[in-house]
């Protein structure tokens, strides 16, 4: 199956399926490694990132100033940087991973049949996966770690900007993994900013199992128009937050700003308020006021801005845009069910909230709310790896197939059907 | 995302959109049916199809002809022809459907996190579901009859061939959502012969959520390279039966025989023999017999062809061939590590077998066979969802992700987290 990009580049197609022969060798003796072999790969490597910050800074200031001279913008030159504090994070990353259950070899399930078959479904790793990221260095570091626990083998791409730093992650990753006595190829890294390699990396079919997309919205489509391998990918995180008729005030409001300002940057903040008309009135002017103090834009329909006139009226895009901002959407409804058709005909299937102190109302909406996640009076910036207790994440699935959620070291598995009989034919 | 068969066809375009978008409002109203609905939608739709056996016959009269027209080969207008007990055996089906547990809306895991998050994991229907398959009429019934007890709607897009047959059967399955009070539209049938209808149903991107092929190579391979939507598939069967050194005769040859000859056109077959060389000489001549008697042709090495002269030469490519006839091909190993090396590197990671009394080598076989189903002393024809207890199966996955194996109603789910709280905002 070569593509234009093969026969125009065939240096790097060549090195591209080096790199997966490689991880797919390497995949087979990670699959039979032992949990505490894998453990001990990331305390070294946690290790040796510490013992070598000065080396991973040096390296990341050369990808500072690479990055300036491509005049990336202030956040994301903000997202390329490390300081110690953050080599710390990563090195502490490594460590919490350290701490989850070996995902693999678990019996899932065990069931005999009438003919005496013993039929066990057992948790394997998922195989050789391909990551592409952009220019966020501790992506590798958590990327690999994930990747690692479950018995993978990782290819990882990174933002061209923040190859640098990468590099001197992988290096220390590499320690960990000779430290463990498992090969170094289980992580490689794609040495080169050619943007045909991902090209390549989407046509490996064969030698890379699944492709993870971790970055914004123009990666992600690029990788579901080209890619030949299943993806577990993120679109849009347009969540919602509803206040439903019977919710308490002062829970709203706090649940609220929390879910909207705690981050504004995050996929998991809600970006689109839902209210009920009728208590509307007595709702919104707290919701509003703390909004604005807040420096939250609000851009809502006419209903609610006859309510509150700082809300700047809403266009119908509005009700479909992820603004990753302080900026919030406000629409009223007439009751839980134009509520749930909203979330459902508008949102992206990422998080949805109900706030509400009527436990009927509660569950209709949790059950009839087609999103990944749906919570009842919780903030929806939870959605996240860590705060459901995978220790670390690689991403959230807005997908319906295999991993939908929090994407953590167990979603990177598979399983197998493992039958014990005693010479059982079949009729 | 319109694709150059979108502008030629664009009557086409325009009626598979409208059947998507019928499916998935069809789909809401599924995904909240009661398994006693969903239940009572199978148990009419099997009444109608006994009721309707005449109408059934004479539609498939009108299939036969075109097939003859078509020029179809013999085992192809045996698949396409529906006599009395075929259709018994359709209404039958669908009765063992309704005996499954209800894949939906079971919680799968629960747990709460130090905040008092009280997390859930719930299975929910997959949505969507765009099943393509060739000129066998029975599955129109079965992969209804699974998508629709897991609560989901289905395109079913039938082998041209098949057409007035699998009209009268889905008038049977409306007949029985209509008597329980369901959406006809979570059932519907592609209406048009034309080619281009896959193409639209491989680009529904939005509309419909997973493609299921179900036939041979080139369907499967066009679906691989076409669609942009997830899809669940199987290539290859190409299964092994390895005999241990430490392995019983009797046993061997018995379920030998049965993996490869009970039928020798389905997808857990078995197509290539691996024996000890240790034993080869006093099992060999005992397992050559019993095939050559049951006429199946045997193509070996020439070590195998020193211990019996009635096996013949095998290529390099036999080694990589599912025959789906009664061809074997026979394989000496030096030992366990040299048989799973050949498994892993010839086989298609769909079962594969070892026949053994040493429990330490069955272990070791089980563990390192990189495929969905792997077996100890059993026949591989089980690979199968009614021998899995599924109680039928759309089909066998060889992919990595979501469902591997037997793919039942269960595998036509996927789930949400559900997240219960008291009004926690994220620190």
Known sequence: ??????????????????????????????????????????????????????????????????????????????????????????????????????????????????????????????????????ARPGVTSDAAALSLKAGNAAILRCGSESLHSSQAIVACLHAGLKAAKLPVDAVQLVPTRDRAAVGEMLTMTGLIDIIVPRGGKSLTKRVMEESRIPTIQHLDGNCHTYIHKKADKDMAVAVLMNAKMRRVSICGATESLLIDETIAKTFLPALAEALSKAG???????????????????????????????????????????????????????????????????????????SAIVMHNASTQFADGGEFGFGAEIGISTGRLHARGPVGAEQLTTYKYVIYGNGQTRA
Not at 60 to 88: F, H, M, W
Not at 352 to 357: M, N
Not at 361 to 369: E, G
Request: glycine share 4%; hydrophobic share 40%; charged share 35%.
């Open 296 to 370: 939250c834009e609000m851009r809502g329909d006419d209903a609610s801005r006859k309510i509150d006139k700082r809300i700047k009226k809403a266009s119908d895009e509005d009700w479909d845009t992820e603004y990753l901002a302080p900026i919030i959407s406000i629409k009223l409804v007439k009751d839980l069910d134009e509520a749930i058709d909203h979330v459902n005909r508008h949102g992206s299937h990422h998080t949805d909230a109900i706030i509400t102190t009527d436990m009927k109302a509660a569950r209709s909406f949790l059950r009839k709310v087609d």
């Open 1 to 134: 199956m070569k593509s234009k990009v093969v026969t125009l580049n065939s240096e790097i197609h060549d090195q591209m399926q080096a790199i997966g022969r490689k991880a797919r060798a390497a995949y087979i003796i990670m699959a039979e490694a032992t949990n505490a072999q894998k453990d001990a790969a990331l305390v070294h490597a946690a290790m040796a990132i510490r013992d070598n910050a000065d080396k991973i800074l040096a390296a990341n200031e050369k990808d500072i100033e690479y990055g300036t001279l491509k005049k990336l913008d202030s956040a994301q030159l903000e997202r390329l940087t490390l300081d110690k504090k953050r080599i710390e994070g990563m090195a502490a990353g490594l460590e919490t991973v350290v701490t989850l259950p070996d995902p693999v070899n678990k019996k899932l399930d065990e069931w005999e049949r009438p003919n005496g078959l013993v039929l066990q479904r057992v948790s394997i790793p998922l195989g050789v996966i391909g990551i592409i990221y952009e």
